[in-house]
């Protein structure tokens, strides 16, 4: 199986800047995908970023030009750098991570167990 580990949630006042980092350990095989989304109060889980183990990045636009996400491969380790932060982006953060525990087995989304993210107005 395989764990993520989040880290780096906290409060922040609008402007701010936060950096959240997940790292995956366990049996691992590969990991492709890897990713970061979030899910306000009463509101669906949402794509927030997405990069491929190639570097191909893809964001929502509401954090275009403010949020990057970036990883290392070697460490199996997704960061999600927020700038720029605003009320809105208040919510549970969550890391996926989609792979392979074992060279025969198939693909299956990991998922973290949240950090949660509050930016004051």
């Known amino acids: 199986q395989v764990q993520l580990v989040e880290s780096g949630g906290g409060l922040v006042q609008a402007g701010g800047s936060l950096r959240l980092s997940c790292a995956a350990s366990?049996?691992?095989?590969?990991?492709?995908?890897m990713g970061w989304y979030r899910q306000a109060p009463g509101k669906q889980r949402e794509l927030v970023a997405t990069?491929?183990?190639?570097?191909?990045?893809n964001y929502v636009d509401s954090v275009k030009g403010r949020f990057t996400i970036s990883r290392d491969n070697a460490k199996n380790t997704v960061y999600l750098q927020m700038n720029s932060l605003k009320p809105e982006d208040t919510a549970v953060y969550y890391c996926?991570?989609?792979?392979?525990?074992?060279?025969?087995?198939?693909?299956?989304?990991?998922w973290g167990q949240g950090t949660q993210v509050t930016v004051s107005s």
């Open positions: 996926n991570a989609v792979g392979r525990s074992t060279w025969y087995g198939g693909l299956k989304d990991y």
């Open positions: 366990g049996s691992i095989f590969s990991i492709n995908t």
């Open positions: 990069i491929t183990s190639g570097g191909s990045t």
